[in-house]
């Protein structure tokens, strides 16, 4: 899985948005899921 590129304009009025409009929202969600979880799992490890 590809790792898709947001300008910060292209951001901002996805936030902008995502206020309202789910599609927006989902796809930030799709963007920063897989960042966010590799972050959050090495900081806490698996929980074995």
């Known amino acids: 899985m590809g790792e898709m590129t947001l300008s910060k304009k292209?951001?901002?009025?996805l936030v902008q948005r995502s206020q309202n409009d789910m599609r927006a929202?989902?796809?930030?969600?799709?963007?920063y899921f897989p960042r966010?979880?590799?972050?959050?799992?090495y900081r806490v490890g698996s929980g074995k």
């Not at 292209?10 to 009025?13: G, L, P, Q, R």
């Not at 929202?25 to 963007?31: M, N, Q």
Request: charge should be negative.
């Open 10 to 13: 292209s951001e901002a009025e």
């Open 25 to 31: 929202f989902s796809d930030l969600y799709d963007h």
């Open 36 to 41: 966010v979880y590799k972050y959050v799992y």
